[in-house]
């Protein structure tokens, strides 16, 4: 088991391996040194300078609406205290002690609110369940919840303030009103390239060591000896030759946590979000002030289900102009062998960067998302979309992290991962838990986060699919360039596969 003097190796400087590192170090561990290929101090998981991993993305929601898993909303609120602290530090901070490219004007956490949006006029069962969870264990978050259509809560959101009256209506006639949900003035977003700059910031202050980049930070294997009936991992070797030693080694590669331990195989998968871009010109003054989060939520709509169903949603525009839309109601899968165990297939990330890039988007999400994104903006058809990005997510078979020791590695190897399209926004707060995990101290994640495989027979959130499923890459259309455009658009009638995601 792992103590403050143990050697510890992270392999991953995305989300959980930043919170895991620090977490750790201001626990007392004194010699934690954190491995990723991405060289994260140039590029400052900027996902337009080469970084492909989930974490490195422009903006995350933020909100703490759970429903009945009130451990995922607490969690949620103990983040949210921590990323406002943060802001607090940062408004606070002298430029030049800030890393670059940090400066005392970012807010990491903008509370700009969430407009949760269904199809038709009465409350899908979902958002019920999110408020009465809400009032009955965090009532002050519930009273910044205002229901659409109603002109009690129409009040009530007016003594916030009149902006947040402009935002409760801002979608009053789409889909001729038939629509229903609520605005959440307690959520936002999150800016998740800067914040992980920051985490890695006072991470290095605590302690840990990094090193990023091909290929000194790029893991080549683990490495392993025989431990009685078990295995022992001693340690890394990466592509520069070189070995370092340590007494625990800890995967958080997201998607690529089965790459790296085949045996993940069965407890997570890379699962791929379709996100979207439009670029907004320097001279739409008025497009680039509607879209500003002063003045738009976070958006999430939901219609439908099964084939056509759509979940998704879009966000304020950023400094540079740009919005981003992204489409999760189906989460697609690219099954290659897998490069050590030639026997296993995996879903494997396909990005940008890959050794065979893509940059393009399948068409079945795509024009989805061109019906709702046109009715509900249909003075962004003129512009269409600009850019587009696979988003590769690490599912667990429930939707829950895996946080757990590895079997058969004699308690040397530990695996965090599963962010399943919802871990973002518990970066500030994450790593706090983990070390209980680490430590074997049981706490209300323990028997939630604990290794897990699929179980044959059962709904895993699509890993019992396998290649078979119709979520596959290879079976899809890929979008053209000329598919960007909004071409004929019109609001959304019936537009309705797999396994339901979170935001």
Same mark, same amino acid.
């Given at each position: 088991?792992?103590?403050?003097?143990?050697?510890?190796?992270?392999?991953?400087?995305?989300?959980?391996?930043?919170?895991?590192?620090?977490?750790?170090?201001?626990?007392?561990?004194?010699?934690?040194?954190?491995?990723?290929?991405?060289?994260?101090?140039?590029?400052?998981?900027?996902?337009?300078?080469?970084?492909?991993?989930?974490?490195?993305?422009?903006?995350?929601?933020?909100?703490?609406?759970?429903?009945?898993?009130?451990?995922?909303?607490?969690?949620?609120?103990?983040?949210?205290?921590?990323?406002?602290?943060?802001?607090?530090?940062?408004?606070?901070?002298?430029?030049?002690?800030?890393?670059?490219?940090?400066?005392?004007?970012?807010?990491?956490?903008?509370?700009?609110?969430?407009?949760?949006?269904?199809?038709?006029?009465?409350?899908?069962?979902?958002?019920?369940?999110?408020?009465?969870?809400?009032?009955?264990?965090?009532?002050?978050?519930?009273?910044?919840?205002?229901?659409?259509?109603?002109?009690?809560?129409?009040?009530?959101?007016?003594?916030?303030?009149?902006?947040?009256?402009?935002?409760?209506?801002?979608?009053?006639?789409?889909?001729?009103?038939?629509?229903?949900?609520?605005?959440?003035?307690?959520?936002?977003?999150?800016?998740?390239?800067?914040?992980?700059?920051?985490?890695?910031?006072?991470?290095?202050?605590?302690?840990?060591?990094?090193?990023?980049?091909?290929?000194?930070?790029?893991?080549?294997?683990?490495?392993?000896?025989?431990?009685?009936?078990?295995?022992?991992?001693?340690?890394?070797?990466?592509?520069?030759?070189?070995?370092?030693?340590?007494?625990?080694?800890?995967?958080?590669?997201?998607?690529?946590?089965?790459?790296?331990?085949?045996?993940?195989?069965?407890?997570?998968?890379?699962?791929?979000?379709?996100?979207?871009?439009?670029?907004?010109?320097?001279?739409?003054?008025?497009?680039? @002030?509607?879209?500003?989060?002063?003045?738009?939520?976070?958006?999430?709509?939901?219609?439908?289900?099964?084939?056509?169903?759509?979940?998704?949603?879009?966000?304020?525009?950023?400094?540079?102009?740009?919005?981003?839309?992204?489409?999760?109601?189906?989460?697609?899968?690219?099954?290659?062998?897998?490069?050590?165990?030639?026997?296993?297939?995996?879903?494997?990330?396909?990005?940008?960067?890959?050794?065979?890039?893509?940059?393009?988007?399948?068409?079945?999400?795509?024009?989805?998302?061109?019906?709702?994104?046109?009715?509900?903006?249909?003075?962004?058809?003129?512009?269409?979309?600009?850019?587009?990005?696979?988003?590769?997510?690490?599912?667990?078979?429930?939707?829950?992290?895996?946080?757990?020791?590895?079997?058969?590695?004699?308690?040397?190897?530990?695996?965090?991962?599963?962010?399943?399209?919802?871990?973002?926004?518990?970066?500030?707060?994450?790593?706090?838990?983990?070390?209980?995990?680490?430590?074997?101290?049981?706490?209300?994640?323990?028997?939630?986060?604990?290794?897990?495989?699929?179980?044959?027979?059962?709904?895993?959130?699509?890993? @019992?699919?396998?290649?078979?499923?119709?979520?596959?890459?290879?079976?899809?259309?890929?979008?053209?360039?000329?598919?960007?455009?909004?071409?004929?658009?019109?609001?959304?009638?019936?537009?309705?596969?797999?396994?339901?995601?979170?935001?």
């Amino acid at each position: 088991m792992a103590n403050p003097q143990s050697d510890v190796i992270i392999i991953g400087a995305g989300v959980f391996g930043l919170s895991t590192a620090l977490y750790l170090a201001r626990g007392g561990y004194k010699n934690i040194t954190v491995f990723d290929r991405c060289a994260f101090d140039q590029n400052y998981y900027n996902p337009a300078n080469g970084c492909d991993g989930a974490s490195a993305d422009i903006n995350k929601i933020f909100r703490a609406t759970y429903g009945d898993q009130q451990h995922n909303q607490d969690l949620a609120l103990e983040a949210r205290d921590i990323w406002l602290e943060w802001n607090r530090a940062i408004r606070e901070s002298d430029p030049a002690k800030l890393p670059k490219p940090l400066t005392p004007e970012d807010e990491l956490l903008k509370m700009c609110g969430v407009y949760h949006l269904a199809d038709g006029d009465e409350m899908i069962p979902r958002y019920i369940d999110n408020l009465e969870a809400m009032e009955k264990t965090a009532p002050e978050f519930r009273d910044l919840q205002f229901l659409k259509g109603n002109s009690y809560e129409e009040w009530r959101a007016n003594k916030l303030g009149p902006e947040w009256v402009k935002k409760y209506h801002l979608f009053d006639k789409f889909k001729g009103g038939a629509t229903n949900g609520f605005l959440d003035a307690g959520s936002g977003i999150t800016l998740a390239d800067k914040a992980c700059v920051y985490a890695r910031h006072l991470c290095e202050k605590a302690g840990v060591k990094f090193v990023l980049g091909r290929p000194n930070g790029e893991l080549q294997e683990l490495i392993t000896e025989q431990s009685g009936s078990q295995k022992r991992v001693t340690g890394i070797r990466t592509r520069d030759g070189l070995t370092h030693s340590a007494g625990l080694v800890i995967v958080a590669c997201g998607p690529w946590s089965s790459t790296v331990l085949p045996e993940a195989h069965r407890s997570v998968e890379a699962t791929m979000g379709t996100v979207m871009f439009i670029d907004i010109p320097e001279d739409r003054k008025d497009l680039r @002030e509607k879209f500003h989060p002063d003045n738009i939520p976070v958006w999430r709509f939901i219609q439908g289900e099964g084939e056509g169903g759509y979940e998704g949603g879009g966000f304020p525009i950023t400094r540079e102009g740009r919005l981003k839309f992204g489409f999760r109601a189906r989460k697609f899968t690219n099954f290659q062998d897998h490069p050590t165990q030639k026997d296993i297939r995996i879903s494997t990330p396909r990005t940008k960067y890959s050794p065979q890039p893509i940059d393009t988007v399948p068409s079945y999400g795509l024009e989805l998302m061109k019906k709702v994104i046109g009715g509900l903006f249909p003075e962004l058809i003129e512009i269409g979309f600009t850019d587009s990005r696979l988003c590769w997510y690490t599912d667990s078979i429930d939707n829950e992290f895996v946080v757990d020791f590895v079997p058969g590695y004699s308690d040397s190897l530990f695996i965090c991962t599963g962010g399943s399209g919802h871990g973002f926004k518990f970066l500030p707060i994450l790593g706090k838990y983990v070390k209980n995990q680490l430590e074997r101290v049981p706490d209300q994640f323990t028997s939630l986060w604990k290794w897990r495989t699929v179980e044959e027979g059962k709904k895993c959130n699509g890993l @019992e699919e396998g290649e078979a499923g119709p979520r596959e890459m290879s079976k899809l259309r890929l979008a053209k360039p000329e598919d960007f455009k909004f071409v004929n658009q019109e609001a959304p009638s019936k537009i309705a596969s797999g396994p339901r995601s979170r935001l």
